[in-house]
């Protein structure tokens, strides 16, 4: 790093210690310091869970890149910053993050709103945003430092209407989804597809994020007659669909968007969320050897605890930021270069991950169709319920 | 048909759940005016002390809800003795800061304690259900409705008739007064935060079990749908509490099933508007019940403000806008420009607020307006960015002042519901718009800043171009403050019936008040969006509003340099307690604690 004026240098050292980072000499000494990525997310603030699922995922991925020897003989590691998911917070991570030349890549955010508003300021400082959990049609559009492992909708949905419409044999839908970009996104991804396969979609209800009540919402689903139910919810809020529609005499079959896929569905669902139908990338007998230690591993880090979808989200992202810096090395170009030049990456959701350089997203997720029997995620036996 | 009997009974079952939340908030009223943004953050802790009693120590039910009542009354106590009892004589403002201040504490330490992962609360009631209409109810639907209607009756037999109850009257109507009748007004004022909490924590368990569902959101939405209710029955009315929120579930329910959900809460704050503008003192308040609240003038209280000297000033400005010659990190800049942008914000509240006295919890909508305008004319209309931040600041001048111009009739705690409902009127009018707002999807691709075709982009120019906004606005204000338009705001603002007296038009020095206010918020949006590119209806949120009524209150009411101050404060803090990670929020809460306990008045005085 002897290329690293003194302007740049004294610049870094602000951020360092505006980060409250111990800044040392050591931290510009190569390559016994550890490569490090730097992660923006909620740690607090109304998403706040999911930060801590992504953390989960990551320590797990990086335990696992350490036993193997590290990057070329260096650590990985990671600098969590709290953004609440709030996009005045997110574009100062992003200036802290660009300004200090420690950090190779920056992963997250996990809002919309948080993610996009930091864009320009990734895209212009020449630091690789690679945003895993970000749908959003238009976030790899920000420029060629955007690029994303979040499973596309247009990928995801037409599998999800599949398994409704023609697998289990559904022709008048009633589809419920969250109204943000990402809930509104699928929908009409969903509603297209299932049409195609030649069912009717005969009522879709957006609800806000923060809804906790969804009878009379029911109530309008009841009156529009469907066979089923599509809900493309995260988990918690699916949960409470599922119970209030078993509540208030809905007995119609349920089938949900991946995203639901998480033991806390099980638990706070509880038995109202028997026999609904999924669709995920894994499930817990996998034969898939990647999701067997993925779990294997979860489990003997976490105490017994079941990964859910965010979890592997994290962990598919840590192993893909590894494999780009693997071949990248520390240079913010090359890694942006390099994410174009990944093969086949070992991933959960996957299975192998490449991305497609046009879009700067990877194509063919994985699928799996599940039902929940008595209180576990188990694979469809193709028999009706 | 059959349908709307379910819509009704959905309706007044999810009432009945906001019912429990409300009373509270109408008993901490009806003694000390005071909207305890707290209360929801004690329905949370309950909700988590119900999930040990429950799933950790196994209790039974009627076990369960006496230890939930004990624990939360005794956290209503150390509020009540800690946080708002050492405030009692100083602006009445204070304490309903300090309430904030409060939950944010509460809430990151149960976030702290539990994880933010949501938790199943199983219910401890035999799971049996009973038909009615085309659906079913509960045991806890019963038992919901049970806590919340027996606790009203019990509090109003309590206020009506034992000597304690009468002391509560009494110290709710004139504390002084009480006070030299031989009222302990602080035992008076202990006994009530002891059964509002108790109440707010066993209403936060049973909504838990309801749903089989806890997480450390639910507290504020447990606050605003419980101030809804409340104001609708009638402030401080605890009867009234019960019917207005059985009248807000009917209303949303209805409203779903006209309009579709997600229109559900428009309904909602629109009934709380309506409510508002037609009777004031809420649906239920007797044609005798004394004015709401002499707020004007002790709302705000007159202090001396620090007078910093013009050079002082002239030199702090010199040396910003020299900053980005010096070596400092962009990211030191990036946070500098958010603390410009949120000045900007700051100025328009702490007029409207502090001089005028209309203090407003719904500015992010006022952000939200000039965003949209600003990036859909540069985006749809092709007009330059500069002109078309402009435009937003323009926009949200005329539309702001014309939805705010319903609460002119209000005064003090109720100008600030009304405007905490307009703010959530307008994000969720930007939610539904889809043909202009593209909806849920947001506007992106918003072009960046840019000045006579030459672009804004670097972290420097962006600096320099909120700083001289900022500063330009500043000045203007400060020059407004000194004219005679300055001094007719604060005469409104001291004594609203004086100033009528001498002939100042109430309502047109108001909107002259929120068209120059509305601008300088607008502006500040418009910017906003050109410099994130991207933004939808949850980038202006309401804890944007609160966290500008902060920084207003902070930096002093009515105080330019104040706001600006209060505003790198407030935008600096957090991030130099990034050092905490997960603490940081509660490190902040407890510095806001702390300057509320000790500075009152603000940093800067009111002026």
Redesign the interface.
């Known amino acids: 790093m002897s290329n690293i004026d003194r ?1 740049t240098l ?3 050292s ?2 360092a210690m ?3 980072a111990t800044f040392s000499r050591a931290a510009f000494a190569q390559s016994a310091e550890p490569i490090l990525l730097g992660v923006s997310g909620p ?4 998403n ?2 999911y ?3 992504w953390k989960q995922g990551f320590d797990l991925a990086l335990d696992e890149i350490t036993a193997a020897g590290g990057i070329n003989g260096r650590k990985l590691a990671y600098q ?3 953004s ?1 998911s ?4 997110s ?2 991570i ?3 993050f ?3 030349p420690r950090i190779a890549l920056e992963l997250g955010d996990f ?3 948080a993610s ?2 930091a ?3 990734y895209q ?2 020449g630091l690789v945003q690679f945003g895993f959990t970000n749908s ?1 049609p ?1 976030f790899t ?2 420029g060629d430092f955007m690029w994303s492992t979040s499973v596309s909708q247009a990928d995801e949905q037409p599998l999800l209407a599949a398994y409704a419409v023609k697998r289990l044999g559904l022709k008048k839908l009633a589809v ?1 989804h969250l ?3 990402w ?3 699928s929908r009409d991804y969903f509603v297209k597809a299932a049409k195609e396969y030649g069912a009717e979609v005969a009522v879709t ?4 994020a ?8 029911l ?2 689903v ?2 529009a007659n469907p066979d089923g139910l599509i809900l493309i919810s995260y988990y ?1 809020d699916g ?2 669909i599922a ?1 209030q529609a078993r ?3 809905l007995k119609q079959m349920i089938c949900a968007a991946s995203s639901v896929y998480s033991p ?1 569905f099980l ?4 038995e109202a969320v028997e026999d609904v139908h999924l669709g995920t990338r894994y499930f817990p007998e996998d034969p898939r050897p990647e999701v067997k230690k993925f779990i294997t591993g979860f489990k003997a880090k976490y105490g017994g605890q079941e990964p859910d979808a965010f979890n592997a989200y994290a962990y598919d992202a840590m192993n893909m930021a590894a494999a780009v810096v693997k071949i990248g090395g520390t240079d913010r170009r090359a890694i942006r270069d390099a994410f174009a030049k990944v093969k086949d990456v070992s991933s959960v959701i996957f299975g192998l991950a490449t991305f497609d350089v046009e879009s700067r997203r990877v194509k063919g997720a994985m699928n799996a169709e599940l039902v929940v029997r008595k209180g576990q995620f188990a694979l469809w036996d193709g028999k009706p319920t | 048909m059959s349908s709307w009997l379910d819509y009704t009974i959905n309706g007044l079952i999810v009432g009945n759940v906001y019912a429990l939340v409300a009373v509270g908030l109408a008993l901490i009223f009806g003694v000390s005016r005071l909207i305890n943004f707290a209360q929801g953050s004690i329905y949370l802790v309950g909700a988590y002390i119900g999930w040990v009693a429950v799933v950790q120590l196994h209790t039974p039910l009627p076990l369960t809800i006496i230890v939930v009542a004990a624990a939360a009354a005794v956290v209503g106590l150390v509020i009540e003795r800690f946080g708002l009892r050492p405030l009692q004589n100083s602006v009445r403002i204070a304490p309903l800061l300090a309430t904030i201040g409060i939950s944010f504490v509460l809430d990151q330490l149960v976030m702290l304690t539990f994880s933010p992962n949501p938790r199943a609360l199983p219910s401890q009631l035999p799971d049996v259900r009973f038909q009615l209409g085309g659906g079913t109810i509960g045991p806890l639907d019963l038992l919901i409705a049970g806590v919340g209607i027996t606790s009203a009756l019990l509090l109003f037999v309590f206020l009506r008739y034992s000597k304690l109850g009468w002391a509560v009257r009494a110290a709710s109507q004139d504390r002084d007064a009480a006070m030299q009748m031989g009222v302990d007004v602080n035992r008076v004022n202990q006994a009530v935060f002891g059964i509002a909490a108790a109440l707010g924590g066993v209403s936060g368990m049973l909504v838990g079990m309801y749903y089989n569902q806890i997480d450390t959101a639910m507290s504020l939405q447990a606050t605003l749908k419980g101030v809804v209710a409340e104001v609708v029955g009638g402030a401080g009315n605890v009867p009234g509490a019960v019917i207005g929120s059985l009248l807000l579930g009917l209303v949303e329910s209805y409203g779903v099933a006209v309009f579709g959900t997600s229109y559900r809460n428009l309904f909602a704050f629109l009934l709380l508007v309506v409510v508002l503008v037609l009777r004031p003192n809420g649906l239920f308040a007797s044609a005798r019940q004394a004015p709401p609240e002499p707020l004007t003038g002790t709302f705000i209280a007159p202090s001396r403000p620090v007078r910093i000297p013009r050079w002082a000033l002239a030199v702090a400005a010199a040396i910003f806008a020299v900053l980005p010659f010096f070596p400092v990190s962009f990211y030191v800049l990036q946070t500098l420009i958010n603390a410009w942008l949120l000045g900007m914000l700051a100025l328009s509240l702490t007029l409207v607020a502090g001089t005028v006295g209309q203090v407003s919890l719904g500015h992010a909508a006022l952000l939200a307006i000039g965003a949209y305008t600003s990036a859909l004319l540069s985006l749809t209309l092709s007009v330059p960015v500069g002109l078309a931040v402009i435009g937003g600041g323009l926009m949200s001048a005329a539309l702001g002042t014309l939805l705010i111009s319903p609460s002119f009739r209000l005064r003090g705690h109720y100008v600030s519901i009304a405007t905490l409902a307009i703010g959530e009127i307008v994000s969720l009018v930007i939610l539904n718009w889809e043909g202009v707002t593209r909806g849920p999807i947001g506007i992106s691709g918003i072009p960046p800043l840019s000045l006579f075709g030459y672009d804004l982009i670097s972290p420097s120019s962006v600096y320099w171009f909120s700083f001289a906004v900022m500063v330009v606005l500043a000045l203007l204000q400060g020059r407004l403050l000194t004219s005679h338009l300055g001094r007719s705001f604060r005469a409104i603002r001291d004594d609203d019936i004086a100033a009528r007296a001498y002939g100042l038009s109430l309502n047109r020095y108001k909107s002259l008040a929120f068209i120059f206010g509305g601008f300088a918020a607008g502006v500040s949006g418009g910017i906003a969006a050109h410099l994130y590119s991207y933004i939808n209806h949850e980038t202006f949120n309401t804890q944007q509003s609160i966290l500008a009524l902060t920084v207003v209150i902070l930096g002093g009411l009515g105080n330019v340099v104040g706001a600006i101050l209060g505003s790198v404060a407030l935008v600096g803090l957090p991030e130099v307690f990034r050092i905490a990670a997960e603490y940081r929020i509660l490190i902040y809460g407890i510095v806001l604690l702390l300057l509320v306990r000790f500075r009152p008045q603000g940093l800067l005085g009111t002026i």
């Open positions: 302007r004294v610049k870094g602000l951020a505006m980060a409250g740690l607090t603030g109304p706040a869970q930060g801590t699922q969590f910053e709290d609440q709030d996009p005045r917070q574009v100062a992003a200036q802290k660009v300004s200090d809002s919309s709103p996009m508003a864009s320009p300021i212009r400082g959003h238009d559009k920000g419920l109204n943000t970009d809930g509104r996104t209800e957006g609800y806000i923060e809804e906790r009540d969804f009878r009379s919402t109530v309008r009841r009156d918690s949960a409470l119970r509540q208030v005499g806390k638990e706070l669902g509880g």
